[in-house]
């Protein structure tokens, strides 16, 4: 349990920003919320304390994958390991919009309590357009259009696990790098399989390399 000037310690630090933080501790648990938190997702710091994350953000990526047990969110509070930036879509005040987290590794180095710090940032109408581009490519590329815009069609992820999978990662390798379930990194593949009209990894990977995504 925290002691008192932790506390302080922790609030300070998440009140030194005009973005919207929270932090989440080992266990899944929110453990601090700033103002701007509340104001972005409509629930005060009392009424998110002590409760686990999902049930709260609700969040999910772009295949409409739910987090629950397996969330980004939870995986990296717990293991304590710092993650770039990533998009997710969570339930705001205003309804599910998605935003950009980064996140911030924090240690009280008396008592070894560790936290972890998300900042986020919405990005709904840059992610709208993103999908609404990625969209008329699909559209484009069925009418005869050059396959090199191909790379308009896969996620950032999508392609960072294409990348990996060049490399000769495996499935588990590419888990533990990109911080996600081996049963995530399934699907992201599943979804490049059917994007780019191919049957094996290593089709994908050829298709991938001669368009220039990869």
């Not at 969330?71 to 710092?82: D, K, N």
Request: charged share 25%.
């Amino acid at each position: 349990m925290r002691t008192e000037v932790e506390s302080k310690r922790l609030l300070i630090l998440i009140e030194g920003t005009a973005d919207a933080m929270f932090a989440v501790d080992a266990a899944g648990c929110i453990s601090a919320w700033n103002g701007a938190a509340a104001e972005l997702f409509g629930r005060t710091e009392k009424e998110v304390l002590t409760v686990s994350c999902h049930e709260i953000l609700q969040c999910s990526d772009d295949n409409e994958t739910y987090c629950r047990e397996r969330c980004v969110i939870t995986r990296v509070a717990r293991e304590h390991l710092p993650l770039a930036n990533f998009d997710l879509r969570l339930q705001t005040k205003s309804g599910r919009q998605w935003c950009n987290l980064s996140t911030l590794l924090a240690c009280d180095l008396s008592s070894g309590v560790h936290q972890t710090l998300f900042i986020v940032r919405p990005r709904e109408m840059r992610k709208r357009l993103e999908q609404a581009l990625g969209e008329f490519v699909r559209t484009y590329s069925k009418n005869g259009s050059a396959s090199s815009a191909i790379d308009v069609r896969l996620t950032s992820r999508e392609i960072e696990v294409l990348r990996s999978l060049a490399k000769g990662h495996s499935t588990r390798a590419i888990s533990n790098q990109l911080n996600i379930s081996s049963a995530t990194v399934n699907n992201h593949i599943k979804h490049i399989l059917t994007k780019l009209d191919v049957h094996t990894r290593l089709e994908a990977i050829r298709h991938a390399e001669s368009t220039g995504v990869i």
